[in-house]
């Protein structure tokens, strides 16, 4: 059965939350989930429903907390918080006390998390096996190191983080569209070809490259007529995001 644990201090003197799972077996999957702008590790627990799933499917799961007014520093800024590093740290707080399978590491997040979340696939590529940002896929090149699967949904009738992208008074913060942002990943993970269009009756539809470099996936999920929300009835999100991760490791 699963064990909350309760919120830790880590070297920065910032929380997060995590659950561990009293398990006795092999190693775990360990699963980062990060808040959106203003949002708290609380709320994006409560949003993103990981722990629910973690107790079900058997993971762990750390849900973090950004510094300075709940905001990541992402595009990074000189003088903040180094929220690259804080997350290198909760991965070895929780290897420390729950049994992780350090190729088996994960990083979710909503809005500014996904754009956090973004930036962790480039900055910890030797650390993070995958990727699912929800509402904020960023490309923050350049970006260097060994290809990552990407996964990433985000709705059609966000007014925030819009799918267009381009929007000059968000500074950089939104400055690609996301199908630009996915091309660069797709770039990154040697993918051939452009992308191809699935789109059958219903709310959802697909973008995906295909012959990406070390079995990668880089792979977008629109969902019609969804503003900035967390996905849940047109798509379990959250489901589909561990289905993704459960297929891709860091190799060797």
Known sequence: MPKAAPPRFLPDIRRYGATYMNYVGKPLALVLDLHGSGGDSAGQAATSRFEALAERETFLVATLQADEGRRWNVPPTDGRADDVRYVSDVIDHVAARACTDRARVYATGFSGGARMSSLLACRLSDRIAAIAPMAGLRWPAPCSGRPIPVLTLHGLADPQNTYAGHVAERGGEWVESVPEALAGWAQHDGCKGDPILEDPP????????????????????????????????????????????ARHTLRP
């Not at 999920?221 to 379990?236: S, T, Y």
């Open 202 to 245: 219903g709310p959802l539809s697909t973008l995906h490259y295909e012959g990406c470099r070390d079995g990668a996936e880089v792979r977008l999920i629109r969902v019609d007529g969804l503003e900035h929300q967390w996905a849940r009835d047109e798509i379990d999100a959250t489901a589909a995001m561990w289905e993704f991760f």
